[in-house]
T-cell receptor, first 115, second 114 residues
């Protein structure tokens, strides 16, 4: 199907690690993304991973990609209250022989960080 | 400051009353698109535009129109709004349609149709 799926809600304590999971559908997606949406704001690109990579680390963020299972995860180390937001994964799908692509977004995971 | 702006940020209207949500970007981006965000459904693309005078339907175009007369502006038009168009709308832009280009989002427009 077309859906990119995520669990709807995750609650963690400040200082713990958070892991947000995503399953996608298009095995030909070349890029997979994580976006963060803070309350009342638009989406901001957090990080992305190219499909020939298994892992990407960027400070407190670690992205893991399992292409066989079409599973993407975002790990946030030492989670802070400022990390409370909705997190969307997205996959790129090509149009018109690759001249353009569109992003297919997951349903979003609300991360609540308890002090 | 490089940004995507939308107006209005909040709008309450009644069924059938035509409305326009404006979107503008100051980054000289070619590619612009509109999304709607609904609980449990994520973001779904309504329309996109690869450049001036080039627009095409996204996944949920019914009930919407767009135009791209200038590179910086990409208004979303609801000719006859209905309650099922109550949603949070985002405009986005990126340099081109390539997956290598980062997509920038506006702050959102919350629309309620009574």
């Amino acid at each position: 199907g077309e859906d990119v799926e995520q669990s709807l809600f995750l609650s963690v304590r400040e200082g713990d690690s958070s892991v947000i999971n995503c399953t996608y559908t298009d095995s030909s997606s070349t890029y997979l993304y994580w976006y963060k949406q803070e309350p009342g704001a638009g989406l901001q690109l957090l990080t992305y991973i190219f499909s020939n990579m298994d892992m990407k680390q960027d400070q407190r963020l670690t992205v893991l990609l399992n292409k066989k299972d079409k599973h993407l995860s975002l790990r946030i180390a030492d989670t802070q209250t400022g990390d409370s937001a909705i997190y969307f994964c997205a996959e790129s799908r090509g149009h018109y022989g690759g001249a353009t692509n569109k992003l297919i977004f997951g349903t979003g995971t609300l991360l609540a960080v308890q002090p | 400051e490089a940004q995507v702006t939308q107006n209005p940020r909040y709008l309450i209207t009644v069924t059938g009353k035509k409305l326009t949500v404006t979107c503008s970007q100051n980054m000289n981006h070619e590619y612009m698109s509109w999304y709607r965000q609904d609980p449990g459904l994520g973001l779904r693309q309504i329309y996109y535009s690869m450049n001036v005078e080039v627009t095409d339907k996204g996944d949920v175009p019914e009930g919407y129109k767009v135009s791209r007369k200038e590179k910086r502006n990409f208004p979303l038009i609801l000719e006859s709004p209905s309650p099922n168009q109550t949603s949070l709308y985002f405009c986005a832009s990126r340099l081109t349609g390539s997956q290598f280009d980062e997509q920038f989002f506006g702050p959102g427009t919350r629309l309620t149709v009574l």
